[in-house]
T-cell receptor
Framework: ELKVEQNPLFLSMQEGKNYTIYCNYSTTSDRLYWYRQDPGKSLESLFVLLSNGAVKQEGRLMASLDTKARLSTLHITAAVHDLSATYFCAVEEIFGNEKLTFGTGTRLTIIP | EAGVTQSPTHLIKTRGQQATLRCSPISGHTSVYWYQQALGLGLQFLLWYDEGEERNRGNFPPRFSGRQFPNYSSELNVNALELEDSALYLC?????????????FGPGTRLTVL
């Protein structure tokens, strides 16, 4: 059974600092997604990573995928308060079965 | 372009009752997915429908069921409600199965079982 682990679970950081959220998964997969969730809200798609070595950037967020290490990272550069949210990674275990297995989520709080 | 819509926003039921949750996908999307986000359990895959057929199912008992209509909208039914069914139920849609098709999520239905 596919397991997806994120760390840290909670992250409190000051504005302007850099940090990385890690997503490890237990079986081979080359489809990984990052989502953002604000309190009481639904999930917003951030990145879709479809191959080994994939790197995508949007604003202060950058995501990468290493399928050999079964690891994805979400890097935050010069954090701002608006980035406070819970971030989830999700992995599709088997191509075509469309079932996303989500990580536990990382609750990020940016302190002014 | 309108996003995924879900109704109702909130639903309060008592143990043993049935709940029906509804989802309308993004126009042009044929696949609909249901997820449960329960406190302490995280986000769990429930069901996937495409072209009116159930294509995949998560580890949930048979009292969780659903269907997809010809217009691709979907219903999730939960029978014999239990307290632990209290959760946020999220619906997502995609253009269909296949690579590069990410799932777009709706606002969710908050189900409370008393």
């Amino acid at each position: 059974e596919l397991k997806v682990e994120q760390n840290p679970l909670f992250l409190s950081m000051q504005e302007g600092k850099n940090y990385t959220i890690y997503c490890n998964y237990s079986t081979t997969s080359d489809r990984l997604y990052w989502y953002r969730q604000d309190p009481g809200k639904s999930l917003e798609s951030l990145f879709v990573l479809l191959s080994n070595g994939a790197v995508k950037q949007e604003g202060r967020l950058m995501a990468s995928l290493d399928t050999k290490a079964r690891l994805s990272t979400l890097h935050i550069t010069a954090a701002v308060h608006d980035l406070s949210a819970t971030y989830f990674c999700a992995v599709e275990e088997i191509f075509g079965n469309e079932k996303l297995t989500f990580g536990t989520g990382t609750r990020l709080t940016i302190i002014p | 372009e309108a996003g995924v819509t879900q109704s109702p926003t909130h639903l309060i039921k008592t143990r043993g009752q049935q709940a029906t949750l509804r989802c309308s996908p993004i126009s042009g999307h044929t696949s609909v997915y249901w997820y449960q986000q329960a406190l302490g359990l995280g986000l769990q895959f429930l069901l996937w429908y495409d072209e009116g057929e159930e294509r995949n199912r998560g580890n949930f008992p048979p009292r969780f069921s659903g269907r997809q209509f010809p217009n691709y909208s979907s219903e999730l039914n939960v029978n014999a409600l239990e307290l632990e069914d209290s959760a946020l139920y999220l619906c997502a849609s995609s253009p269909g199965p296949g690579i590069a098709y990410e799932q777009f999520f709706g606002p969710g239905t908050r189900l409370t079982v008393l």
